[in-house]
């Protein structure tokens, strides 16, 4: 089974474990004549709804060579997806997932902190080992 597959079925545990109703697998996402739910690697977009609050998430494992790379295409395709999302689903928030691992070793640095916060970026944390959601920032 590949990274992808593997943090796909981690996230989507540890949301359901966390009781939400996961309500696409993956959210269908349209801008313009673009189709931006197509899995691309290590990435898919997955929605969840509880209590009225619906979310879609976007899973990224950064096991690649290298993180800043990595990191690039991330925020881009974030922001892409936060944009394409406003107009779809407006209430719909997107959140990016990472592993416990990848935040503490890599976005907790100075610099990727201060894009994540420029740049609103919306995180889930979770544990790999244990299926669960760490932490929700903010």
Do not use: C
């Not at 545990?13 to 313009?32: C, F, M, N, S, V």
């Not at 892409?80 to 779809?88: G, I, M, P, W």
């Amino acid at each position: 089974m590949s990274a992808r597959d593997t943090f796909h079925q981690t996230v989507k545990i540890a949301l359901e474990k966390d009781r939400w109703l996961i309500t696409h697998d993956p959210y269908p996402l349209q801008a313009g004549s673009f189709n931006l739910a197509i899995d691309l690697g290590a990435e898919t977009v997955i929605a969840a709804e509880r209590e009225g609050r619906k979310i879609a998430v976007e899973i990224k494992s950064f096991l690649g060579p290298s993180k800043i790379s990595q990191f690039y295409s991330a925020l881009g395709q974030f922001i892409t997806y936060r944009t394409a999302l406003e107009k779809q689903e407006k209430e719909r928030n997107l959140y990016l997932a990472v592993s416990t691992d990848i935040y503490e070793k890599f976005l907790l640095t100075p610099f990727i902190q201060k894009l994540i916060s420029e740049n609103k970026i919306y995180l889930i944390i979770f544990q790999i080992q244990e299926e669960e959601i760490e932490r929700w920032l903010p």
